[in-house]
């Protein structure tokens, strides 16, 4: 048996109370798990420093010294223990608030005791709560053993049952010891003294690639990570633990890529006929921007191959999507196949279905809607049409995975905004087809490329960086919030030349009630100064069939201004809104600032994003709001936010996953090592492909390890 893998009860200091303890609160059930459970800091504990050097906001410190008295203070609740310690050059206060009878039994006046803490001022002296004291004979074990003293994060339910950072520590050198790691000399851990024991049969990655990349071995690695030497011992250790964690991620999503093309056989598109080319010659609105032509040029290439095609199409709003969906749709109509495009909501489905058949004119091809307000005689007309083949292209909601929804021969899958779709369901249109038909997945939200190598890498990915000619970048301004009739009177400038505006307020879930209050006065506030204009209003609390009427009422011109909150936020496509005002701009994040922006700038003429904040702002906050006046690049503003706010937060990334966690290595700081490490898997996967290469036994075995059993959804992209 592989001592790695022995239950964690059985380790000497553990028992089966810790055992649920650490199973539950930090997923640590082997030996090998908790080697895996690193310190998130250290403390150096090779200096002692005097009582007369200690100086405000120092870090933990260490001093040597004796109690020279102790005194019970306080009552009930407030009741503490307090101590006076010297070290001949000064004196210090000690307090403790907990465990007093213990503290009382163990430590003693005149006995000399090396304290560790952190210093604070208190009624004009130095005081300590709660620190580590060690008995100074103990000081050399101590050193020996740490020279850098490991603090390991612990959670608040083991704090509670006394498992402390000390506790997790003693719990590593148990750990070392029954793996048979031994010192042979007193001295500071030096490498020529120790015996690894077992832990030096442990190697994760073949020699070959630790000798190429200049790794050190992983025995030295872990007890590095956990005991560093000095403060030189331990950049190495953390460098060779990232670029592992960050190769069997590329590994893992470049095999699964490669396999994916080997065996998922796709519906062959053999040709581009009537359709598209009638299309091309007669009903381009506009000529196709060269980003446009070069992403059609990869899908019709994919489709082609006879592999099934799953791409990530990117674009910034406004940048022809749509268009470039419409055109593979007709491509699967070419072949003889069906097309459907699902959004995520009503609305943005009826818009689609109005562009579609807007831009296909009087073109020969069906497109219908099928969302949950289409219903009876309707419902059923479109239910067959589909069955029949007779409805070519069906724009819809989630309604289009429901199982009544069959198709003759669907072909092409196009999902709009994805993040806003659970993976299960657009898995289910994998089974819409005996093969499972093509997808192309569109979002407006833009991922930096470290991020998409890593949360979308298994998909191939098309970018379109160009915006139709005619269009002219949003100008971003920022005003605070004093500024309200310089704010004012520009709105009035632009719907007097027969613009709209958009003005959004935050709605955030914690302060709920305030913010409903903050709009309502808002749009009483708009609607007296503007009351020759008709003023709209919506938010997600209103009824969907109210909501809808207010936004279709904005849609069609019949009120000029719109005071909503950020449901406006995906798809509303009305190009004659000119002015987005956003109040409170310091409560948005990057990204969600860079999509409410792409609400305006649809049509030719200029548009205006002015955001709209108090005047103290944090220095984040401040970097953020300048970013959005200074760039209108939506990629350049995604790897700023992830930057800023780092990869959970980007919408979409949680429902993606990844295959494993990352316990040390960040996708954001460490991007550079992360290409370095796609690179070596790439190289792995080139000269491996069949996995049978002897020198590559121990990689395909780790992979196999850190896998996760559960359904690979990653897949449906």
Not at 55 to 71: D, L, R, W
Not at 347 to 370: F, N, S
Request: one cysteine or more; proline letters at 5%; charged letters at 25%.
């Amino acid at each position: 048996m592989n001592i790695l893998t022995q239950d964690i009860k059985y380790l000497k200091g553990v028992g089966p109370k810790r055992a649920k303890l650490l199973a539950d609160e930090l997923k640590v059930h082997t030996l090998q798990d908790l080697l895996y459970t690193f310190p998130y800091k250290y403390i150096d504990r090779s200096e002692i420093l005097h009582i007369r050097d200690l100086q405000e906001n120092m870090p933990y410190v260490q001093i040597k010294g004796q109690i020279i008295s102790f005194a019970l203070e306080g009552v009930g609740r407030k009741r503490r223990l307090t101590a006076i310690f010297t070290d001949g050059t000064g004196y210090v206060d000690i307090v403790w608030f907990a465990g007093l009878k213990y503290i009382q039994n163990t430590y003693k006046t005149g006995v000399t005791y090396l304290l560790l803490g952190k210093p604070t001022i208190f009624n004009q002296r130095f005081s300590f709560s709660h620190p580590e004291i060690d008995k100074a004979e103990d000081n050399a074990s101590v050193q020996r053993k740490m020279g850098f003293q490991p603090i390991y994060s612990i959670p608040e339910k083991m704090r509670k049952a006394g498992f402390t950072s000390r506790a997790m520590t003693q719990l590593m050198y148990n750990a070392f010891e029954t793996l048979g790691v031994r010192q042979a000399s007193t001295a500071l851990p030096d490498e020529q003294q120790l015996n690894y024991g077992v832990l030096e049969r442990h190697e994760t990655l073949p020699q070959y690639i630790i000798s190429k990349y200049l790794l050190r071995p992983l025995h030295e690695t872990l007890i590095a990570a956990h005991f560093p030497r000095n403060a030189e011992d331990l950049p190495s250790a953390i460098h060779r633990l990232k670029f592992e964690e960050l190769f069997y991620l590329q590994l893992d999503i470049l095999r699964y890529m490669k396999n994916r093309r080997l065996k998922s056989h796709g519906l062959p598109f053999r040709h581009v006929g009537t359709n598209f080319m009638q299309f091309y010659n007669e009903h381009l609105p506009f000529e196709l921007t060269g980003a446009q032509k070069r992403v059609i040029k990869e899908i019709r290439h994919d489709t082609f191959s006879g592999t099934q095609m799953n791409r990530l199409l990117q674009g910034d709003v406004g940048s022809g999507k749509t268009m470039v969906a419409l055109m593979s749709c007709l491509i699967a109509l070419d072949n003889d196949f069906q097309a459907c495009i699902m959004a995520p909501t009503e609305i943005l489905a009826e818009q689609h279905l109005a562009t579609l058949r807007q831009q296909l004119g009087d073109m020969p091809v069906r497109v219908e809607l099928l969302t949950g307000i289409v219903k009876g005689k309707k419902r059923r007309e479109v239910l067959s049409g589909i069955a029949d083949g007779s409805i070519q292209i069906l724009v819809g909601t989630h309604a289009l995975i429901e199982p009544t929804v069959k198709f003759h021969n669907l072909g092409l899958v196009v999902i709009d905004e994805q993040h806003r779709f659970g993976v299960k369901q657009r898995a289910m249109l994998w089974q819409k087809n005996v093969k499972p038909p093509h997808i192309l997945v569109m979002t407006a939200t833009p991922i930096p490329r470290t991020l998409a190598m890593t949360v979308y890498g298994d998909l191939d990915v098309s970018v379109i960086d160009e915006l139709p000619p005619g269009r002219k970048p949003v100008k971003t301004i920022h005003y605070y919030q004093d500024a309200r009739q310089k704010l004012y009177d520009g709105i009035r400038y632009q719907l007097q030349l027969g613009r709209q505006a958009y003005i959004v307020y935050p709605l955030i879930q914690e302060s709920e009630k305030i913010d409903l209050q903050n709009l309502e006065e808002g749009y009483e506030d708009i609607c007296s100064y503007f009351p020759e204009y008709s003023v709209g209003k919506v938010h997600g609390k209103m009824p969907p069939a109210e909501k809808d009427e207010q936004m279709q009422a904005f849609i069609r011109k019949e009120t000029q201004i719109l005071v909503s909150t950020t449901v406006i936020e995906v798809g509303v496509n009305v190009p004659n809104a000119s002015v987005m005002a956003i109040w409170d701009a310091q409560r948005f994040g990057l990204a969600q600032l860079h999509q409410l922006r792409g609400r305006v700038g649809r049509g030719a003429e200029q548009s205006y994003c002015i955001l709209v904040t108090k005047p103290e702002l944090s220095e984040d906050t401040r970097r953020r709001i300048q970013i959005m006046t200074e760039s209108n690049d939506g990629f350049e503003i995604a790897e700023e936010d992830l930057k800023l706010r780092g990869p959970g937060d980007l919408e979409g990334t949680q429902q993606s996953g990844m295959p494993f966690d990352l316990k040390v290595a960040n996708i954001v700081k460490d991007s550079a090592l992360m290409q370095q490490a796609r690179t070596a898997a790439e190289n792995v996967l080139e000269l491996d492909p069949d996995e049978t290469l002897p020198q590559n036994r121990i990689l395909w075995k780790q992979l196999s390890l850190l896998k996760d059993d559960s359904k690979n959804y990653s897949a449906i992209s």
